[in-house]
């Protein structure tokens, strides 16, 4: 059993590695479908990209109930480092959760068991993380949508493999809707719920 002490560590600098992650986060949200590098890097437990746990130390607090797919939920390691270094409760509700982490995509619940928020605060709403494969090989996906210049493309080894066809159940809900956050390694992409995502040439 891993003790406090033998954790993983989080950020050195954690003033600094915060608002350079946050920033990578906020540009991959304003750009949909770019990728995004997190610079910062902290310790992770082994289940838990190095992006993750930078997204993790940054935005996650006491105040943003968290829910984690079967994987992480019963991995020891995981929730004993989410705990120490952000302090966020994890909850068995995923309606109810502000963030979710996804390690295997597989696993990835229907999307409507998240909170979807509400037409007055829309906001209230699950940002999904899922770890991928790759950010840069793959599948050729393009998108549309505001922060996209014409169409953007994004090459990707995702799972679920019709994660994109789920997220169009988002056109009919807005300004509710779930937000993802798609990491590989130290990369990031964001796909807000007002992107629209289809496979290339289809």
Known sequence: MTTIAELPPGFADKVLSAQSTFRSVMDAMARPGSVQRIVPMAGAPGMMMRGTAAIALTLFDHDTPLWLDARMAESLDVTKWLKFHTGAPVVQDSSIASFALIRDGALLPPLDHFALGTSEYPDRST??????????????????????????????????????????????LFPRGIDVVLVADDAVVAIPRTTRVVSKGS
């Open 127 to 172: 940002t999904v993380i899922i770890q991928v494969d790759s950010l840069n090989s793959g599948r050729s996906f393009e998108l549309r949508g505001p922060g996209i210049d014409g169409v953007a493309t994004l090459q990707a080894s995702i799972k679920p493999f019709d994660l994109f066809e789920r997220l169009r159940f988002n056109e009919a």
